[in-house]
């Protein structure tokens, strides 16, 4: 395989790609997919025409990924901006491409990107960020996965917690992402919810509800993020939290705890704080123990730093993070805030600057450099 031919042809066939009309970010995306074709195919076909060739693969990966989208926006215009509580009031086929697309020939893994980037309408590259792993193995996985279901038959559907780890990836990308689809993720779940008795899908209906109630108190009025600490509460959606509530007493009632019930949990109990100084941080801490246990995840022990950090002090945070890998996502910026609460301004500020230039997005990436901003001047003027 020649890949300096590839890495050459690159710039030229993504301009072709922008001038034919595609959206740069997505001629993006569809370039990469065509590269990973390539590097499949031609070893033992090699065209005549890369370039052509090249284009044309491209091209046809861009309409593809143009037509899913146009029947993604299409689902999310027959939802409301806030989904209303209770059933869902009507029944697409839109859940049931998740059970088709999480097929058993399939890895988990795999039918979850799969999912994301066919029905879900996800770029590639928002899929490799929320898995953390690099864009061109993430299009590689998905290529893979394409080219498994390529000749089997869909009739087999896959099993619920695929889907569920689906609506979950789907709904944090909107809700923290570049593409709104949170509350397409909360219907498609409520559908869930309302076909299968089964607490894990109660347990993340009632995540979603408890974190979408927060929604309009995120951002401030310039749009920049506002912390969980300093959100007016007075903005949270009630009813949203009374039904999550509700939602996931019933859930761990049935005593076959998930990690979706165990994240529900925190998720509540930051809820029932009527100030963020009375937040029951040792009751937070248990629950991310049980995370723990159920998940052995990298970035719940992330987020478990945290809590300690609050629950026992800054310093006991800190030990707790010392044993984590620091290239984690957000590993720095969790480094900031317990050495910005333990006295250490001048650390405090560096690491924020380091974490604002590691950000994923703009939003993230601006609050972290205002953080950075105010302790460098809390510094010259205390």
């Known amino acids: 395989m020649n890949e300096a031919l590839l890495r050459s042809l690159t710039p030229s066939v993504l301009g072709i790609l922008v001038r034919r009309g595609a959206d740069f970010a997505a001629a993006e995306d569809a370039l990469q997919e065509a590269l990973v074709e390539a590097v499949r195919v031609w070893p033992a076909d090699m065209p005549r025409e890369p370039k052509g ?29 806030e989904p209303a509580p209770g059933p869902a009031p009507g029944v697409d086929d839109t859940l049931r491409l998740y059970f088709l697309c999480a097929h058993p020939a399939l890895t988990a893994s795999s039918a979850v990107a799969l999912t994301l980037r ?107 993020l506002v912390p969980l600490a300093e959100q007016d509460r007075g903005r949270w959606d009630t009813a949203m939290i009374a039904e999550g509530v509700a939602i996931l007493q019933a859930a761990l009632a049935r005593d076959r705890l998930g990690e979706f019930q165990a994240q529900a949990a925190i998720a509540a109990l930051h809820a029932d704080a009527p100030t963020a100084g009375e937040t029951d941080w040792v009751q937070i801490v248990e629950w991310y123990d049980e995370l723990v246990r159920l998940t052995d995840s990298p ?43 333990d006295g250490d301004l001048e650390t405090a500020a560096r690491l924020y600057a380091e974490a604002a230039r590691k950000a994923s997005n703009l939003a993230e ?13 809390l510094r010259r003027t205390g």
């Open 118 to 224: 066919a029905v879900g309408g996800l770029t590639t590259r928002q899929i490799a960020r929320a898995y953390l792993v690099p864009e061109a193995t993430m299009a590689q996985r998905i290529s893979r996965a394409k080219r498994t279901v390529s000749g089997v038959r869909f009739d087999r559907p896959g099993d619920v917690a695929t889907v569920l780890r689906v609506l979950y990836l789907v709904f944090n990308e909107g809700y923290s992402g570049d593409v709104d689809l949170a509350a397409e993720a909360i219907r498609l779940t409520r559908q869930l919810a309302a076909s299968i008795d089964h607490p894990e899908v109660a347990g993340l209906l009632a995540l979603m509800l408890l974190h979408h109630a927060r929604r309009s108190a995120r951002t401030g009025p310039d749009g920049g």
């Open 365 to 377: 990436r601006d609050h972290l450099t205002r953080r950075a901003a105010r302790l460098t001047q």
């Open 53 to 81: 060739w090249l284009v044309t693969v491209a091209w046809r990966r861009y309409l593809d990924a143009a037509r899913s989208d146009t029947a993604r926006r299409r689902r999310e215009d027959l939802v409301e901006e």
């Open 299 to 341: 970035v719940v022990r992330l987020n478990r730093a945290v809590a300690v950090g609050e629950a026992d002090g800054p310093r006991a945070g800190l030990a707790a993070l010392a044993a984590l890998d620091d290239a984690l996502p957000r590993h720095t910026a969790v480094a900031a805030y317990l050495h910005e609460r």
